[in-house]
T-cell receptor, first 114, second 116 residues
Framework: AQTVTQSQPEMSVQEAETVTLSCTYD???????LFWYKQPPSRQMILVIR??????QNATENRFSVNFQKAAKSFSLKISDSQLGDTAMYFC???????????FGQGTRLTINP | GAGVSQTPSNKVTEKGKYVELRCDPI?????LYWYRQSLGQGPEFLIY????????DSGLPNDRFFAVRPEGSVSTLKIQRTERGDSAVYLC??????????????FGPGTRLTVL
């Protein structure tokens, strides 16, 4: 079974700062995907970034990038030049290739202060 | 195009009552998923449909929970004899299904169920 752990319940930074959210996971699968989702107060889960486990290169999407350490089973999210609109819950998730169930971590509440 | 929609947005009911939660997936998406998100937690998988059939219902907590998707589009999650512990946000997602590669799941805004 897969598990995903987020050890930071809450984080808070000033606008324009860089912030890193941590995530560790456990899986026996060789091929899998990892994700970071954003959930604003509207409740809708929005995909921020995804990483295929077979790719060594870390994924980037504009201000968002990941540090994927496969041997350590670590998958952190870095948000550069943070903006007020980044305030939300952030969830790390994983899914084996070919599977259908996303497994989520407990979430990190991120607050960007003006 | 339109995203995944869920109705109602909020539902308050009394312990022991029956409730139905509706999900309208993105048009053309053959796969549909239900997740439950308890307060302060991440979403947990409940059930997955491929077309009209429930391909995996291993996440349903007990036989009070049932879901249908009779025409392969809209799905209804049904909860009988509701309990206070059923209070949560129920999220629906849909995706294309294209074999072994990952197909992004697009989420709806959820239904917040409160059982008094």
């Amino acid at each position: 079974a897969q598990t995903v752990t987020q050890s930071q319940p809450e984080m808070s930074v000033q606008e324009a700062e860089t912030v890193t959210l941590s995530c560790t996971y456990d899986t026996s699968e060789n091929n899998y995907y990892l994700f970071w989702y954003k959930q604003p107060p509207s409740r809708q889960m929005i995909l921020v970034i995804r990483q295929e486990a077979y790719k060594q290169q870390n994924a980037t999407e504009n201000r968002f990038s990941v540090n994927f350490q496969k041997a350590a089973k670590s998958f952190s999210l870095k948000i550069s030049d943070s903006q007020l609109g980044d305030t939300a819950m952030y969830f790390c998730a994983s899914i084996p290739q070919g599977a259908q169930k996303l497994v989520f971590g407990q979430g990190t509440r991120l607050t960007i202060n003006p | 195009g339109a995203g995944v929609s869920q109705t109602p947005s909020n539902k308050v009911t009394e312990k022991g009552k029956y409730v139905e939660l509706r999900c309208d997936p993105i048009s053309g998406h053959t796969a549909l998923y239900w997740y439950r998100q308890s307060l302060g937690q991440g979403p947990e998988f409940l059930i997955y449909f491929q077309g009209t059939g429930a391909a995996d219902d291993s996440g349903l907590p007990n036989d009070r929970f049932f879901a249908v998707r009779p025409e392969g589009s809209v799905s209804t999650l049904k909860i009988q004899r509701t309990e206070r512990g059923d209070s949560a946000v129920y999220l629906c997602a849909s995706s294309f299904s294209r074999g072994d590669s990952y197909n992004e799941q697009f989420f709806g805004p959820g239904t917040r169920l409160t059982v008094l």
